[in-house]
């Protein structure tokens, strides 16, 4: 089956540095995406990967091993407004986009 | 100007109802989408419509019935609704099926009681 896991919640102090991870388990592979969706709203677009490294956008990037199936989101200088949760989708052979349960992030002053 | 945009917000009506969500697209893209997200926010692909055809129906109960009147409308319908069917419903568009390129409207949160 299709299996992605990544953290229920994670609680950061503002300004300071938070990584969430997401590993995968599809049947193939096709590119990793990273959404946010604050509390009540649309999920929005962060990142996409899909050969290894990281990609730094601003204060946030994002790593991707393909042979680990892994990948991780690294949010720098945390502001409150950072609270919301962190989507992680992959794309299967078919480009279809399979979904976590996203992480929680909790900012904390 | 809203990019996709779906109504109602929220929706609160009670079990075997029908109602329908709308959704619009001014993006000129040609593949739309429904997701739903449940409790667990685990968001999953319900339908996919590409220039008003079907292109992805999964296991949904028929109870649902998708409708494309042209490229840029994609409209739900919900016969006899059932309590598991609350959760937040989101409409979706994205240029040719490139997924990496999909923008999501603000969803509809569905509460059967």
């Known amino acids: 089956g299709q299996n992605i896991d990544q953290p229920t919640e994670m609680t950061a102090t503002e300004g300071a540095i938070v990584q969430i991870n997401c590993t995968y388990q599809t049947s193939g592979f096709n590119g990793l995406f990273w959404y946010q969706q604050h509390a009540g709203e649309a999920p929005t677009f962060l990142s996409y990967?899909?050969l290894d490294g990281l990609e730094e956008k601003g204060r946030f990037s994002s790593f991707l091993s393909r042979s680990k199936g892994y990948s991780y989101l690294l949010l720098k200088e945390l502001q409150m407004k950072d609270s919301a949760s962190y989507l992680c989708a992959v794309t299967d052979s078919n480009y279809q986009l399979i979904w976590g349960a996203g992480t929680k992030l909790i900012i904390k002053p | 100007d809203t990019a996709v945009s779906q109504t109602p917000k929220y929706l609160v009506t009670q079990m075997g109802n029908d109602k329908s969500i709308k959704c619009e697209q001014n993006?000129?893209?040609?593949?739309m989408y429904w997701y739903k997200q449940d409790s667990k926010k685990f968001l999953k692909i319900m339908f996919s419509?590409?220039?008003?055809?079907?292109?992805i129906n999964e296991t949904v109960p028929n109870r649902f019935s998708p409708k494309s009147p042209d490229k840029a409308h994609l409209n739900l319908h919900i016969n006899s609704l059932e309590l598991g069917d609350s959760a937040v419903y989101f409409c979706?568009?994205?240029?040719?099926?490139?997924?990496?390129?999909?923008?999501f409207g603000s969803g509809t949160q569905l509460s059967v009681l």
């Open positions: 990967n899909v």
């Open positions: 419509y590409n220039n008003k055809e079907l292109i």
């Open positions: 993006l000129g893209h040609d593949t």
């Open positions: 979706a568009s994205s240029p040719g099926g490139e997924v990496e390129k999909l923008f």
